[in-house]
């Protein structure tokens, strides 16, 4: 099995910044893409960014594009998200989520494994 634990939530004001991380535990086999949902309070789970294995497919929604950026450190298996100019529709339980294919989708059908998530909040 694989454990994803995401780390560096908060709350934070409109304009602000936050930076989230997921560490990745367990049977863990190179060759794997991460990716970032969120989901909002009566709204559905839905994709905000994933990194393929070598970093070189990076994929954003369009409403975080610009302002959210997603690395990763294969050496150390985690995967981050810088979330800068935050806004209040931002605010949502973010999760990160493990597919062993090399290349990254934005479905999140794709992904097997999931973290608990952590809470983002921001305030106007």
């Known amino acids: 099995q694989v454990q994803l634990t995401e780390s560096g939530g908060g709350s934070v004001q409109a304009g602000g910044s936050l930076r989230l991380s997921c560490a990745a535990s367990g049977r863990i086999y190179d060759g794997y893409s991460l990716a970032w949902f969120r989901q909002a309070p009566g709204k559905e789970r839905e994709f905000v960014s994933a990194?393929?294995?070598?970093?070189?497919?990076?994929y954003y929604a369009d409403t975080v594009k610009g302002r959210f950026t997603v690395s990763r450190d294969n050496a150390k298996n985690t995967a981050s998200l810088q979330m800068d100019s935050l806004k209040p529709e931002d605010t949502a339980v973010y999760f990160c989520?493990?597919?062993?294919?090399?290349?990254?989708?934005?479905?999140?059908?794709?992904?097997?494994?999931w973290g608990q998530g952590t809470q983002v909040t921001v305030s106007s």
């Open positions: 990194i393929g294995w070598t970093s070189e497919h990076l």
């Open positions: 989520a493990l597919d062993r294919s090399p290349t990254p989708t934005t479905s999140r059908d794709h992904y097997i494994y």
